[in-house]
């Protein structure tokens, strides 16, 4: 029992985690509760094997101890774990990309002697938001609060705090030391924000897609020598069919959603002290209401929680076999699916999961399940949905993508092969009209002129066009002021290609908006500058040490 507790000990407590999960993806919890104990290795990193309590110490405990220093308006911690856990596609492999990313980071602190102080720490951890009182300084009591309550239940000391914000700190050190070599031209950088600050007049005409496509009438034989090469591109979409349980606790209705008594004649009548002392009363008495009412809601929601932790315990020891059985002991309904797409996912399916940042819905996590010899994979981890409820899916069988046959892609083929020769010839088009309107403004016609005798829509006069300057949907490109930032006045640009038209634009006058703050207006986009280029050499360094790390999965969690 105490086996079965410590094995899924993040599900029990789930109404506990549910707020710090909330902040990336939801139900990461999920990870937790599926870790394996007894010194199992996990990962091998750059020749280094790290076992489970190495995996939550320094990779998932400190993913949740940054969520809960979030909470206090502090990103810098969350910030760290992100840039080192960048490309993690899922909740499940987010700490692992961290703990990857973290050990490289300490092995370039022995190669750079790049080793924070202690003084330098503690100013650091001082400094922290979540660790201040009123006026912005550092509270004590609210610091010891912290490591008694908080990072104690992660399996954290403060020793493990202390290295967080040392490698935090030497994360910020070695960015700058990569960046050392690239340097942040201030001139470039003024340059730039003025061509920002442009204030541009130009005139504007269109072509559009449609009538190109109208013209293109592809036979049999064109559409299949089409096809035939790209064959390959054309796939059916994978479909699977599901049992599930959709396990909804019988909570009582909110008290907060109780309507409120209306007020009788006799206290419409009352002094306004008796008035006073009634409304009293009844805001007591609400808010014991409201405290029963919760209390009775958690204990139903934490019941629940342990019927679905010990039902998913049970099917893990049966290998799946006992999945109907156990239902119908409990008394939950099993329902079953026919094939689907992922997008055709039937209403229970398409429930979105709970505090789920990517706004992913229980069929997302349905279909991510990964069949293997092993009859429990089968299975998806209960799933977090709707206010209270929980999810458990089976994969009964599947109907894998596969090439489709000439029949079945020809009408996709078809549509495909005119979007294409369209595409080209609206192009063409747009180049073509270029040209002939060049020839007509060389010989002192306007814009508006050269573009009629070109046959093409009539021209439009813009005027005020700035970088926050919003283009008018229907009759102006969306990337108005980017096309004419570099265009000289009396030329045109290339040609502006949308996916149902083309623009042809003219400029006529380009100024510059004078800026009284634009002294500091360079100095916060050089900031910004030496920011991003840190951030993308950076991005580059762990990419290659990673690659050289060869990092090995040795235990597949789940």
Request: net charge neutral.
């Amino acid at each position: 029992m105490i086996e079965k507790i410590h094995r899924y000990k993040a599900l029990l407590v789930f109404g506990l985690v549910l707020v710090a999960a909330a902040f990336v993806f939801g139900d990461f919890s999920r990870g937790r509760r599926n870790s394996v104990g007894g010194g199992t290795a996990i990962l091998r990193i750059a020749g280094k094997t790290y076992d489970d309590k190495a995996y939550n110490k320094l990779g998932n405990a400190p993913v949740s101890l940054a969520q809960i220093i979030l909470r206090s308006g502090d990103f810098t911690p969350y910030q760290f774990v992100f840039e080192l856990a960048k490309g993690a596609s899922s909740e499940s492999d987010l700490a692992e990309k961290f703990l990857v990313g973290r050990m490289l980071l300490r092995d370039a602190k022995d190669e750079f002697g790049i080793h924070p102080g202690d003084v330098e720490v503690s100013a650091f951890i001082r400094s922290m938001k979540a660790f201040t009182g009123p006026g912005q300084a550092f509270d004590e009591k609210k610091y010891r609060a912290f490591i008694d309550k908080d990072i104690g239940r992660l399996g954290l000391t403060e020793n493990d705090l202390l290295a967080l914000a040392s490698d935090i700190l030497a994360h910020r050190k070695l960015k700058t030391l990569l960046n050392a070599g690239l340097g942040t031209d201030r001139d470039t950088v003024a340059k730039d924000l003025a061509l920002k600050k442009q204030q541009i007049t130009a005139d504007l005409t269109r072509l559009d897609l449609a009538p190109f496509e109208d013209k293109i009438q592809p036979s049999e034989e064109e559409i299949k020598a089409y096809w035939e090469p790209i064959k390959d591109g054309f796939k059916t979409t994978p479909r699977r069919k599901f049992s599930y349980i959709l396990v909804t606790p019988p909570l009582p209705p909110d008290a907060a959603a109780a309507a409120e008594p209306k007020e009788t004649l006799a206290e419409a009548a009352a002094s306004d002290e008796a008035k006073a002392a009634a409304r009293k009363k009844k805001e007591e008495e609400k808010a014991l209401r409201a405290a029963k009412n919760a209390e009775e809601r958690r204990k139903i929601q934490l019941e629940t929680d342990s019927k679905v932790d010990d039902f998913t315990y049970q099917i893990e020891q049966d290998k799946g076999a006992g999945f109907e059985d156990q239902a119908k002991a409990i008394g939950w309904e099993i329902k079953t699916t026919d094939l689907f797409t992922l997008s055709e996912a039937p209403a229970d399916l398409a429930i979105k999961v709970r505090a789920s940042s990517r706004n992913s819905k229980a069929a997302d996590e349905l279909f991510r399940i990964q069949e293997t010899s092993d009859p429990v994979s089968r299975f998806a981890p209960p799933i977090p949905v709707g206010d209270s409820q929980w999810l458990i899916g089976r994969l009964d069988g599947e109907e894998k993508s596969r090439e489709k046959t000439y029949s079945e892609a020809r009408a996709e083929a078809r549509a495909q092969f005119i979007a294409e020769k369209a595409a080209a010839d609206l192009k063409a088009a747009a180049e073509d009209a270029i040209t002939k309107i060049k020839a007509s403004l060389a010989a002192g016609k306007s814009f508006a002129e050269a573009a009629k005798d070109a046959g093409l829509a009539e021209a439009k006069a813009v005027k005020d066009i700035t970088s926050s300057y919003k283009p008018e949907g229907a009759t102006e490109p969306q990337n108005l002021f980017q096309a004419a930032s570099n265009v000289d006045p009396g030329a045109i640009a290339d040609p502006i290609i949308e996916s149902d038209r083309a623009f042809i634009l003219h400029v006529v006058k380009r100024e510059v908006v004078k800026d009284p703050s634009n002294a500091s207006a360079v100095d916060s986009a050089v900031t910004a500058a030496i920011t991003s280029n840190e951030t993308y050499v950076f991005d580059s360094w762990l990419a290659s040490r990673i690659e050289a790390a060869k990092v090995e999965q040795l235990y597949k969690r789940r």
